[in-house]
């Protein structure tokens, strides 16, 4: 009998402005992903510009949250930076490793 490889998994995070986690995410199916969830959330980067300037900035951002095996990570994320970070400058992306999982069905 064969032995089963074990798959760690982890979770890719992509910072985006908003409305560009739909291009993201369609990036990454293509990589492999299954899916993702996508947040919203609000930057705060620009602190010292209300002071400077009288007004008040309120970056809307989307945060896409992934969950992809070890072994498609690096795919997954060079495909979501192609799809609109690299050349626009719309977001970051970064991976954390998962530790433990419940309810998963991969």
Request: proline share 2%; no cysteine.
């Amino acid at each position: 009998m064969e032995e089963k490889k074990e798959l760690g998994f982890e979770v890719i995070y992509a910072i985006l402005d908003n409305g560009f986690a739909d291009q993201a995410i369609l990036a990454a199916r293509e990589a492999g992903a299954k899916g993702g969830t996508i947040l919203r959330a609000r930057g705060s980067s620009n602190i010292g510009v209300d002071k400077k300037y009288g007004i008040t900035i309120t970056p809307e951002k989307e945060v896409l949250m992934i969950l992809v095996r070890s072994d498609i990570k690096d795919a997954v994320m060079d495909a979501i930076y192609k799809a609109g970070i690299e050349e626009m400058n719309r977001g970051i992306v970064f991976s954390l490793p998962v530790t433990s999982t419940v309810g998963l069905k991969y």
